[in-house]
């Protein structure tokens, strides 16, 4: 999506040093006496990082009785922000939203602004999230002129992470509390869109803060209510310690154990840094993926009992119960490791109190495991091999536990939730451990993440966007895309009608239709020529149909450039972005099996191919992912392995400069045309890959290593349709409006489909087309935003 630019960079932006965790276990709370303000203006600012996710976590809070209060938060098990204005019983103001919150992976914003004396009703009471108004609320109740609130009452108690200071605590991480007595403001007081990214990042508030005005940061650990507004209205802790002071923060988020991707089922605590496994024989993974870089991070034996295993790296190619085909684990019980398998050495058994030191290098393929002590990588690694076949892959870090009861572990990314008695830290500067880490190997915060990834793409919508637009009848341009579209895909939502592509190599009015096996037809009428921005649509066109909705999906390779490429036997003409993994492919075919140069120089990951001249099937290759053997079929929904898709390819790999291709009709007739659209993966913007599915509303989790702007879905083990969601169209999660490739149907949504979150997307439906038990399903997605950018800046969580 494109975002307004405001701000500057990363590197010179503001930071964020620290922040507060809430157990809720802990009971753990913030409360403070107010002074009198004004109770009919106000504005209250937050950073916040969720932890427990299906549960009734409290934000701010104001009153110890339901009588009189203000209560901001997550509404249990649906997840919402609800927030509500009471006064003598009677609820004057309420705004529950039908966006749900379940993102554990990276940090929101808060703003929420009280105005009752604004003389139109729906100001009076304003919802922010991540810079952006929020609109949609299942109950919309706003306070009538000048209704008092019991904020700034100083007849009230305030509390952060309570109800009325007795229930309902908080599980997670604060940062940047600022609350503005007398002032109703906006959030780009508080934070700015990143002038290169788009992604809404803090600014230190300058303004004044009124009587009852606060702003906590944190920055003292003995004392972690100390108000730094210069009002000196300080908060009182409860069940807080020193240890609760963090580093996890909205310009520096650390790596957690993720509660969104815990098939074990385990019991996440203490910002989800802690758990207690049920032994379950699956798999709680962390929230970073890992492609290359150096590593570090510890694991506390707090309390053992079956048999734990830490897994280091588990690859892309894992599930919930099996490892995949590259990892590495020790086993707590026996200090065995493992690596694919194979048992290597032993780093002693652990016993309660230990800590292991953990050091992973990508770069070489090594892994170290060391048992209370400094960890030497000038010595043999005790587990090597990790391979990664010549392709980067979203390695991840995972708890799992084997057999027997449950074991309960403490991990330590860098930072800790269980005291440490040394504090060093990476060659960066940032982490606190108990032992030193190995030079050049960094802990897991997105400050290095930045660095070591290297994401060439910051804002993902200058690449792939998504454009809606409702037709009015006549000749019109449509633009305010951010490119040429080179590749667009176009679909009437509100009715029937069959979804269009062209491209800028095959030219305007040359359409295909992915709904259908028809050849490709000129038609002036439906597209008549591609803008800068966009592309035009003569009167009359069914792609501009009065009152008719439409979506426009578009992608970028290189403004309709063409060459000649003679690296196949067969030659081709090839528009080629590889900054983006996307080429467009034109060929004629020999009828006699070869190869087809496709000009990304790595292996594409999809590659979709349609015969032009002829009424045939769409083909599409997952070699990668699903083999070469066989193809799926972009206009029908028969399973991958049947006989209508041997011999696409001859059997034969694709590699960095050709795709190869047999003699079928749907890819090589003597004498007709083709277009292949071929795709790869790139680090923080796209990625292609499969998933097993469990039949769940709690689905599983794909990593992606990006907040998703576009997802395909679709089952391959079985019939099933083609899906796509995307997050202009589903601009909340969950997402729930579909349209599907292999048919002409209007957009439906009668499913609810995924989360989207900072780091990829979660299947929340039971139906078999996503989430059939034990189905195979493969995935094509692209990115809003890396999960942080090149210069650091961390994605919101969505």
Same mark, same amino acid.
């Given at each position: ?126 919802? +922010? ?18 209704? $008092? ?59 004044? +803060?009124?009587?009852?005005?606060? +702003? ?115 086993? =707590?019980?026996?200090?065995?490791? %493992? ?79 269980? %005291? ?77 009608l069959h979804h269009r592509l062209w491209d800028t190599t095959r030219g305007a009015g040359y359409q295909l239709y992915s709904s259908l096996t028809n050849a490709e037809a ?24 009065? %009152? ?183 601009? =909340? ?17 009668? $499913? ?24 195979? =399903? ?8 890396? =999960? ?11």
């Amino acid at each position: 999506m494109a975002f307004p630019i405001i701000g500057g960079s990363q590197s010179g932006g503001y930071l964020i040093d620290n922040s507060i965790r809430f157990n809720d276990g802990d009971s753990a709370r913030l409360s403070a006496t107010q002074l009198s303000g004004s109770t009919t203006t106000w504005t209250f600012s937050c950073w916040l990082k969720r932890s427990e996710i299906g549960q009734q976590n409290s934000i701010f809070t104001v009153g110890s009785s339901n009588t009189n209060d203000f209560l901001m938060y997550f509404s249990g098990t649906a997840d919402t922000i609800d927030i509500i204005v009471r006064n003598s019983s009677t609820i004057n103001g309420r705004l529950n939203t039908n966006a749900v919150f379940r993102d554990a992976s990276a940090w929101y914003h808060i703003v929420f602004t009280y105005d009752s004396t604004n003389a139109t009703s729906s100001e009076r009471m304003r919802l +922010y999230i991540n810079g952006e108004r929020v609109t949609s609320f299942s109950t919309e109740t706003y306070p009538s002129l000048n209704q $008092i609130s019991v904020v700034n009452n100083s007849s009230y108690t305030m509390h952060i992470s309570s109800i009325r200071g007795g229930a309902d605590y908080f599980d997670g991480y604060m940062a940047e509390i600022n609350h503005i007595d007398g002032q109703a403001l906006s959030p780009t007081d508080f934070g700015e869109f990143d002038s290169d990214s788009g992604i809404w990042k803090p600014i230190r508030y300058s303004g004044s +803060y009124g009587t009852n005005g606060f +702003y906590l940061d944190f920055e003292n650990s003995g004392s972690l209510g100390a108000d730094q507004s210069g009002n000196g209205n300080n908060w009182t802790p409860t069940n807080l310690a020193s240890t609760d002071q963090t580093t996890d923060t909205p310009t520096n988020n650390f790596c957690t154990l993720n509660p969104l991707s815990n098939a074990m089922g385990g019991t996440l605590s203490e910002g989800n840094l802690q758990i207690v496994s049920n032994g379950s024989d699956k798999h709680c993974f962390s929230t970073f993926g890992l492609t290359s870089g150096k590593w570090y991070f510890e694991v506390k034996d707090i309390s053992q009992g079956g048999q734990f295993k830490v897994f280091a790296l588990t690859d892309a190619d894992h599930n919930d119960t099996t490892p995949g085909t590259n990892h590495c684990h020790i086993i =707590f019980s026996t200090g065995a490791t %493992s690596t694919s398998g194979t048992v290597n050495s032993n780093a002693g058994a652990m016993t309660t109190g230990d800590i292991l030191a953990v050091a992973i290098n990508l770069d070489d393929g090594e892994v170290y495991f060391t048992k209370n002590g400094n960890i030497d990588t000038g010595l043999t690694a005790q587990a090597t091999g990790i391979s990664i076949s010549g392709r980067k892959r979203d390695f991840r870090i995972s708890a799992f536990e084997s057999s027997g009861t449950s074991t309960t572990a403490g991990f330590n990314f860098g930072n800790p939730s269980f %005291s440490i008695s040394s504090g060093n830290t990476d060659d960066n500067g940032y982490g606190n451990f108990e032992y030193a880490p190995p030079s050049g190997y960094l802990a897991l915060c997105t400050q290095n993440l930045a660095t070591e990834l290297s994401p060439t793409i910051d804002d993902g919508s200058q690449y792939f966007d998504t454009l809606l637009y409702t037709g009015d009848g006549t000749t019109r341009d449509i633009t305010g895309m951010n490119f040429k579209p080179d590749l667009l895909w176009v679909k009437r939502r509100s009715s029937t009608l069959h979804h269009r592509l062209w491209d800028t190599t095959r030219g305007a009015g040359y359409q295909l239709y992915s709904s259908l096996t028809n050849a490709e037809a000129y038609d002036i009428t439906a597209m008549s020529s591609f803008l800068s921005d966009g592309f035009s649509i003569p009167s009359g066109s069914l792609n501009n149909t009065t %009152s008719e909705t439409y979506v426009a999906w578009h992608w970028k390779a290189s403004g309709g450039s063409t060459s000649s490429n003679t690296s196949g036997s067969i030659t081709s003409t090839v528009q080629a972005n590889p900054t983006a993994g996307f080429s467009i492919v034109t060929y004629t075919g020999t009828g006699s099996a070869g190869t087809v140069g496709h000009g990304l120089g790595v292996v594409p990951d999809m590659v979709i191919v349609k015969n032009r001249s002829s009424s045939v099937d769409w083909g599409v290759q997952m070699a990668n992912t699903l083999g070469f053997t066989n193809a799926l079929r972009l206009n029908l929904t028969d399973a991958y392995g049947g006989a209508n898709g041997f011999g696409w390819w001859n059997d034969t790999a694709p590699t960095s400069t050709t795709v190869s291709i047999g003699t079928r009709s749907e890819v090589n007739t003597n004498g007709n045309n083709y277009v292949m659209y071929c795709f790869n993966n790139v680090e923080g913007y796209s990625k292609f890959g499969k998933y097993t599915g469990n039949g769940s509303t709690d689905g599983p989790f794909v990593y992606t290593g990006f907040r998703p702007a576009w997802v395909m879905v679709r089952r391959t083990d079985t019939t099933a349709d083609w899906h796509i969601d995307d997050a202009t169209r589903n601009t =909340f999660n969950p997402t729930d409006a579909r349209l599907d490739p292999n048919s002409a149907g209007a957009e439906s949504s009668s $499913i609810i489909m995924h989360d989207f979150t900072s780091n990829g997307f979660k299947t929340r439906t039971t139906s078999a087309d996503w989430n059939g038990s034990g189905g195979t =399903f493969i995935y094509m997605a692209f990115a809003e935003n890396p =999960f942080v950018t090149s210069g650091a800046v961390p994605v919101t969580a969505r």
